[in-house]
């Protein structure tokens, strides 16, 4: 059988702010590790070496590690790795970072990358808001978001048990007050300083996945501030995200490479909402394209309560990104089109989620749908795939079935069960072990019981006040 590699996903592109090269248009996409430890104050340790070692040498260009948290009082997961203003070690971090900007590959059957510039290593800095469980807040600390109370709470899917597990899981929120918002900012701004410091070569701001920002766009989420952040006028909604890019490019060098991930869709549902949607995503990324300062914008969907980003069952945001196209294709002809104008610099678009196939890929960034393709759990059961895919344009990404027979009619315990088998695949990575390839099902339920109680219930290795 002869093999064809992939010429279109092996070309090189740059990052239009900082010039940063990336060697080619895969990027491995963020994951939550859950290896650093609570009573080490939540550093990158030699789990996160190891895994990112392996990672590193798979063949993507970029590697964006899993969300970093700018407040160590407000995590996703107890077991989240924390850079704030706290944080007085960063050797921890640059051995991190070090253990991306690794060349050659493990994969035999790759082309060769010795002569290619190692990935670039960008950290995604990440603040949950009020998806905040309460194995990371305790039972005395409420978590924080743009609307407070029963309003603001995450509604979880899955019909009654979704309401208990919330109920249970995640405390109703308190609402964060005006003056407390220079403080959010000035920890991304923080947070991405110290990562240039550790040697990183870039961020990416995490406003996706219903987190803090993702927050702050939601017209659900946010709709009821009359502070000049929230309400009816999107651009109240988007105050914070601008303040925060400003700040994050304050903080770092022209060098330093800045990226955002935001949301095609929230969640699914009604076809007119998820239009009226996109279409104010679709003028969020022309502000962000005006901006002249964001190397890339990373599209995704989905939140706690609409888990579309784990979900199989193709590109979720194909759609979505077909028009941020025809958008962006607009501002370069109508930036062309002025006089004296200069040339503008519009950020490369990395579409993530759900891609299984190297022809897809092709397919897309052939289209000019995206620049650049991002991968994720693909990588939690072969850290090769990418060196894979780039070698044989062909090449079928074979993704295992995860489901128990009870919790294939729910949807919170599909998504939950899914997520936390391929954090535990990413856990065997970083021991330098191979991951399971076909899922056990009285293995997968007793680490499904177990990570569920040490993600959203109580981590033995944190105080439970």
Same mark, same amino acid.
């Given at each position: ?9 092996? %070309?090189? $592109? ?5 010039? !940063?090269?990336? !060697?080619?248009?895969?990027? !491995? ?30 063949? =993507? ?14 995590? /996703?997961?107890? #077991? ?31 082309? +060769? ?5 190692? @990935? ?7 603040? @949950? ?17 743009? $609307? ?8 979880? *899917? ?13 405390? *109703? @929120? ?26 990183? &070569? ?22 009821? #501030? ?5 309400? %009816? ?20 060098? &022209? ?8 949301? =095609? ?5 009604? +076809? ?25 914008? &990373? ?26 196209? &025809?958008?962006?294709?607009?501002? #370069? ?23 299984? =196939? ?33 070698? %044989? ?25 899914? =997520? ?15 991951? /399971? ?29």
């Amino acid at each position: 059988m002869n093999i064809t590699p992939s010429h279109v996903l092996a %070309d090189s $592109t740059i990052f239009p702010i900082s010039r !940063k090269v990336v !060697k080619n248009r895969i990027a !491995k996409s963020a994951l939550t590790e859950g290896l650093a430890d609570p009573r080490q104050n939540n550093l990158p340790n030699d789990s996160h070496y190891e895994l990112y070692r392996r990672w590193s040498k798979g063949g =993507s260009g970029i590697i964006i590690t899993g969300n970093v948290m700018v407040d160590r009082n407000c995590k /996703e997961a107890p #077991r989240n790795v924390i850079l704030d203003n706290k944080t007085s070690d960063l050797i921890p971090f640059r051995r991190w970072a070090d253990s991306i900007h690794q060349r050659g590959q493990d994969y035999q059957g790759a082309i +060769s990358t010795l002569s290619l510039p190692p @990935p670039l290593a960008i950290m995604q800095i990440s603040h @949950p808001g009020r998806q905040s469980p309460l194995a990371s807040t305790g039972l005395l600390k409420q978590p924080i978001a743009p $609307t407070g109370g029963s309003k603001g709470r995450v509604r979880l *899917p899955g019909g009654s048990l979704g309401k208990i597990t919330g109920s249970l899981c995640l405390l *109703p @929120p308190r609402q964060l007050t005006t003056n407390e918002l220079p403080t959010i900012v000035s920890q991304f701004a923080t947070s991405a300083r110290l990562a240039e410091e550790a040697t990183f &070569d870039g961020i990416e701001i995490h406003a996706a996945h219903g987190y803090l920002l993702s927050q702050f766009l939601s017209p659900t989420g946010n709709c009821s #501030r009359t502070d000049g952040y929230g309400g %009816d006028d999107p651009k109240h909604r988007q105050k914070l995200i601008f303040q925060i890019i400003e700040a994050v490019r304050e903080a770092t060098s &022209d060098g330093f490479v800045v990226g955002i991930k935001i949301n =095609s869709i929230d969640k699914g549902g009604d +076809s007119n909402m998820v239009m009226e949607f996109e279409n104010e995503r679709l003028n969020l990324v022309e502000e962000l394209c005006n901006l002249g300062t964001v190397d890339f914008i &990373d599209l995704s969907g989905g939140s706690f309560e609409d888990a579309i980003f784990i979900r199989e069952g193709g590109v979720f945001c194909g759609s979505f990104a077909e028009r941020v196209r &025809d958008r962006v294709q607009n501002i #370069r002809q109508s930036s062309a089109a002025k006089p004296l104008s200069s040339d503008i610099q519009l950020p490369l678009i990395m579409v993530t989620g759900g891609f299984r =196939s190297a022809f897809e890929m092709e397919s897309t960034v052939e289209k000019g749908n995206a620049d650049i393709i991002a991968l994720g759990r693909p990588l939690c059961i072969d850290p090769n795939v990418s060196a894979k895919i780039l070698a %044989d344009q062909r090449y079928q990404i074979e993704m295992p079935i995860i489901r128990i027979i009870f919790s294939s009619r729910n949807a919170m315990l599909d998504s939950s069960l899914t =997520s936390i088998w391929y954090q535990r695949q990413i856990g065997l990575l970083s021991q330098g072990k191979q991951p /399971e390839t076909n899922p056990q099902i009285l293995v997968t339920l007793f680490w499904y019981i177990v990570m569920f109680f040490r993600l959203y219930v109580w981590d033995w290795k944190t105080p439970m006040w």
